[in-house]
Structure formats: C-alpha cells, structure tokens
C-alpha cells in the first residue's frame, strides 16, 4: 500500500529488513542509548567516532520523530516532554536531546497509544529536573563577548621606542580586541555583530580572538563572513586570531580566510603587533637606520656628545642571518646589543624544550637594546634571541663600558639611569594591563 501510494520508492524487502533488524529483541536499552546519542551527536557515534548518519540527514530524522515518534500522543508529548523520541510497542522509547545527551528507555506496559507507560513518566521527570524541554530552553547570547580590551592599554610584545610608546598610548584605543567565548550559532554571532557595530565608530582595526569559541556553525560563519567584506569597505580593519588548529572552527576559517585573506592571524599578539604597526605608520614615524646614532638611543640619553664618541669607539658592528641565535641560555652575558637594522626575538628556551614551540617573550627592531641586563649582575643569559631576518646591530663589551665608568663614572651612572627609568616604565604598563585582565 505504500509502495503503491508513492510514500516509499525501494523494495518493500528492503525496508522491511531494515525495519525487522531495529526490532530484534537482542537490542538492548544501552545500544539504543546508543543510537540516541549517536543522534544527539550529529551523526557521530560517540563510543566509537565512526560517522554512522550523514549529517543533513539527522535533522530529517529528529523531525520525523518530534512530528510523529510517539504515535497519537505525539503532540501532547510536545507540550508534556518537548524531546524528539520514537516508541516501539515492545515498551521502549528513545529521546534525543541535539547536543547534549541520548536517553533510552524500557519498560514493556503500554498505554493506549502503545508508549511505554513508565517510559513516559520517566522522561517527563527527566525533563522536568533537568530542564530539557527543547521548546522552553533559553539559550543566553549575552556572554557571547568575555571582554574588551583596548590598545592604549594592552600591547604586543613588540619592544617600542618612547616615542612610539608615546603615541600608542595616546592613539592606541583605535585598536580594539574582542575576546570571544562559547559556541557561535545564529544569536549569538548576531549579538557579536552588534558589538562590533557599536565600537566600530571609535576604532579603526578590532581584533577577534576566537581561542575560548569551541564550536561555530555554517549560519555564524556567513554572518561572519559579511561583515568582514562590509567592514574592510568602510577602510577599518578587522583581524582574527586563534582559528588554526580548530577542526570545529574550520567551516568559520575557511570562510573568513575568503573575505580576509591577509588578516587572519595564528595568535593574538602578532595581530596586536600588525594593528600597532599600521597605527605608528600612518603616523610617520619611522626609523631610519642610514642616520643610526647613539644619541638617538633611550640608553644612552642626555649623554654628552664627547660621551657618545667614547661609546662609538667601542661598538662592535655585527651582522646576523635569519635564524641564527644572537644570545642563547645559559651562555655567559659579556655583550649587549643595540639593534641598527632589522629585528629580533626573545624566547624562553625552556619552553621550546618542553612544548617544543617557541614562547615569544618579546620581539625588537632598530634603534633598540637587548641584553642590557648583563650591566647590572653580569651573570648568564636567561633567554634566547633569535635575529628574524637579516639583523645588524652593534655589540658593546661589559668589561669595556664598565671600565670606561671607572675613568668617566657619570656615562655609567647615566646609563644606569636610563635602564631603571625604562624597567619603571615597563613595570607600570605591565600593572596597567593586569588591571585591564581582571576586569
């Protein structure tokens, strides 16, 4: 009769089989749990891992099995549990809540519409303590958004000269970092939007930090997607960070990879640094290494001309290809070095022992200094520098300076100045941005 009707194409033998096969009395109430969760999870068994149900397929079934899974009682069902479910007249009932859980039931009394009686009362209970009715959830999209920072207060690990300190401190709130949290689905990524809208008016590059996003689906990455196209018209950019490496974030990365193809970043810090970058260009201020001079260096500031001439007598030219370790751990600290052109940077060589991947720590361009320390205790390095391209710099013995202070005490004296005014500044940024964490 169905066949005939045009409600099923195959061979009635076929399906019958099938039919048969889901009805043998060796199934038990675990394997149907099984099924269930199998259900729940898109079509994945999670025992297992082995795809058993095409995932366009899973809503079809769940369908089927809210419209009508519990036969003539299926639309009180609805109101009473709100859990798709399908009942066999053996007594068994299985429900299925999508990403969460599966529950399987048996129990053989029937009631007059041939569901288990206690199965019924059980999932209802179920329902009821545990808040699972599908139709009464609230799924929040408030907490979308954990926190927004701002780059006046939180920088890269980009080493900046004062002058550029300066003025990412007073401009840098054009630069905005949006850390995002929890599942993105429809709401929520519609929630995110907004947000963006919203600060889009006083910035001009956000950051969208996905490391807390476990999961997004095909309608949050097209929304996604949009705005990334709207919003690089309007000449603002918008940046991404920690979508690498994410099997459940790859439908969101591909899209964005398609509207963003340059500005999709592995970490946040490194699109923090490309955001500062842009921010001290358009400004104009540049270095420029064919005029390098000591005078123009924090550490050796308000230092007299006759001064830096001595200082100039003991600097070493040194040049450094890409990849090659200017300073290793451990190594004896008997230079330290004043970037001319190029940059570098520092790694906790630990960590690349143990996670075998490097922990920037700081990274450093022209006009800067690095292993400065070794003029205050003269001990072994405590990290790794590591030159990005090809860097030239400068290398002043400790020995050197320190005996140029016995015959003229005032360089070392100011240079010992100018190091505890910079670790003063960097101390209070770093207080800034542990307060601007916590919030």
Not at 228 to 248: C, D, M, V, W, Y
Request: charged letters at 25%; proline letters at 3%.
């Amino acid at each position: 009769m169905m066949l005939n009707s045009g409600m099923i194409r195959r061979a009635p033998e076929d399906i019958l089989d099938v039919y048969f096969r889901q009805c043998a009395v060796r199934v038990t109430a675990r394997d149907l749990a099984v099924m269930a969760a199998t259900l729940a999870n898109d079509g994945v068994n999670p025992l297992s891992g082995e795809r058993v149900i095409a995932t366009e397929y899973v809503s079809d079934i769940l369908t089927v099995m809210n419209t009508c899974g519990m036969y003539n009682y299926a639309g009180q069902w609805s109101y009473d549990v709100g859990i798709p479910a399908k009942s066999g007249v053996a007594g068994s009932i299985l429900a299925v809540i999508p990403g969460q859980l599966g529950i399987a039931v048996f129990s053989p009394p029937i009631d007059q519409h041939g569901n288990s009686v206690r199965g019924v009362a059980a999932c209802k209970e179920i329902a009821q303590d545990f808040r699972l009715n599908i139709f009464r959830s609230h799924v929040s999209t408030s907490t979308v958004i954990r926190r927004e920072l701002y780059g006046d207060i939180i920088h890269s690990k980009r080493a900046r000269n004062p002058l550029e300190r300066r003025l990412l401190s007073e401009t840098g709130r054009r630069i905005c970092i949006i850390e995002v949290q929890g599942p993105l689905f429809f709401g929520s990524a519609e929630r995110l939007i907004r947000r963006i809208g919203d600060v889009q008016s006083t910035t001009s590059h956000v950051i969208l930090d996905f490391r807390r996003v476990p999961s997004a689906d095909e309608a949050a990455s097209q929304l996604l997607a949009r705005l990334a196209g709207a919003f690089n018209e309007t000449g603002r950019k918008l940046l991404i960070s920690h979508l690498a490496h994410q099997p459940a974030l790859a439908t969101l990365h591909e899209a964005m990879e398609q509207a963003l193809p340059e500005q999709i970043f592995e970490h946040r810090d490194a699109a923090l640094e490309w955001c500062e970058n842009a921010v001290i260009a358009e400004a104009g201020i540049q270095f420029d290494a064919t005029r390098f001079s000591l005078s123009e260096l924090h550490i050796f500031k308000s230092l007299a001309r006759d001064d830096l001439r001595l200082l100039e007598a003991l600097a070493r030219p040194m040049i450094f290809e890409a990849g090659d370790r200017i300073i290793r751990t451990g190594d004896p600290a008997r230079l330290f070095f004043v970037i001319a052109r190029g940059t570098v940077t520092v790694e906790l060589a630990d960590a690349v022992q143990a996670t075998h991947q490097n922990l920037r720590i700081a990274s450093m361009g022209p006009g800067l200094s690095f292993g400065e320390m070794a003029l205050l205790d003269g001990g072994t390095r405590s990290a790794d520098v590591v030159a990005n391209e090809r860097v030239v710099c400068y290398g002043f013995s400790v020995d050197a300076i320190h005996e140029l202070g016995r015959t003229h005490p005032h360089v070392l004296t100011t240079i010992y100045a100018n190091m505890m005014r910079d670790f003063s500044e960097r101390l209070r940024r770093a207080n800034d941005e542990i307060r601007a964490l916590e919030q």
